[in-house]
């Protein structure tokens, strides 16, 4: 073997061994990069899913207090003072009771969630302040149950925005 074949044979094998180092090199940054985009991929489909299920508990709290007053002015009606305001007392224990979990609910959104939800869930919390304090008032005085429809009205309203606005910040970035 003379001498120029040699050398021919070194550079083409330091020509591979660079080659393989550089492919190397590439393929294991390119996982990398590949590895960070699954893990960014991951972590945002987590989040909207945590939010989602924070949309989902906060609507389901919000939907047991909606029930319990749709089901007062049905006793609204009933004629007998006693009967009315015992009727009336037992449904306000069972908000009073709602009311632990749907504030924690609403805790949840405040952490978990974009501002639209956020504020749209403040909105229902002062509608259910609001139609709780018409209750109480409907309950001294049994004039005051047009005031107590109409807040009934406007915190089923507000739930309602709160699941517009709740499925509007799912199709968000």
Known sequence: MDNSALWVALLTAATAVVASWVTSRGNSQAARVQAEAAAEAA???????ARRATHLGFIQQANV??????????????????ARQA??????????DSYEPFMRSLA???????????????AVHVASTVAYTRLIAVEEDIREADAFREAVTAYLASVESFIEAARQAEHEP
Not at 71 to 80: A, F, G, T
Not at 108 to 118: K, T
């Open 87 to 96: 009727s009336l007392t037992g449904l306000r224990d069972q908000l009073r």
């Open 43 to 49: 972590r945002v489909a987590h989040k909207q899913e």
């Open 65 to 82: 207090m909606g029930i319990l007053y749709l089901r007062i002015p049905k006793y609204l009606k009933v004629e007998n003072q006693e």
């Open 108 to 122: 949840i959104v405040s952490l978990e969630c974009r501002q639209r939800p956020i504020e749209a869930s403040r």
